[in-house]
T-cell receptor, first 116, second 113 residues
């Protein structure tokens, strides 16, 4: 149990376009989902925390108008990278916290974004 | 503010040898501690966690870690590694049990035959 999926697994887009990444909890309800960014050979940096039905909380230095997060249901959160630039190329990972058990975060497999 | 330091960016080891991956944290308050493993192009999988109680924590795949409050450490150990243990390992802390995770920079464990 406790599976989190991400779609797409890889995406290549042109500079200036927008791309949406989906994060789904497949077998549990997640009141809270997290979005991380991971640069090559570096750690995960938390970008934002999203709670179902409310606005996301962004970490300092993360542009909320550029990285739009929507947590419309207990099983789905989306991250939209707007007007993408090559420096946005990265590995984006989401995690979801089980509504019942509360504390453990379950991680998705990640999405590799390449902006050309 | 909390921080996590993983002292070794890479740890090479031969198969069946023991291994220790080091993790130190900094915090003025009590924390919860986690170790995660990341295989290439995959998300993170929880290996083990320390929430309270016994300072020796056993996890999946034969890993264990010991919480040492006085040394603010949470080192990960395995008595005999396998080729399949080759991966990136991340130590993480949180202040509240439902608080955000703060990750270390990771340790690349490379197991050689």
């Amino acid at each position: 149990g406790a599976v989190v999926s991400q779609h797409p697994s890889r995406v290549i887009c042109k500079s200036g376009t927008s791309v949406k990444i989906e994060c789904r909890s497949l077998d549990f309800q997640a009141t809270t989902m997290f979005w991380y960014r991971q640069f090559p050979k570096q750690s995960l940096m938390l970008m934002a925390t999203s709670n179902e039905g409310s606005k996301a909380t962004y970490e300092q230095g993360v542009e909320k108008d550029k990285f739009l997060i929507n947590h419309a249901s207990l099983t789905l959160s989306t991250l939209t990278v707007t007007s993408a630039h090559p420096e946005d190329s990265s590995f984006y990972i989401c995690s979801a916290r089980d509504r019942v058990w509360g504390y453990e975060q379950y991680f998705g497999p990640g999405t590799r974004l390449t902006v050309t | 503010a909390q921080s996590v330091t993983q002292l070794d960016s890479q740890v090479p080891v031969f198969e069946e040898a023991p291994v220790e991956l080091r993790c130190n944290y900094s915090s003025s308050v009590s924390v919860y501690l986690f170790w995660y493993v990341q295989y290439p192009n995959q998300g993170l999988q929880l290996l083990l966690k320390y929430l309270s109680g016994s300072t020796l924590v056993k996890g999946i795949n034969g890993f264990e870690a010991e919480f040492n409050k006085s040394q603010t450490s949470f080192h990960l150990r395995k008595p005999s590694v396998h080729i399949s243990d080759t991966a990136e390992y991340f130590c993480a802390v949180s202040v509240g049990i439902t608080d955000k995770l703060i990750f270390g920079t990771g340790t690349r464990l490379q197991v050689f035959p």
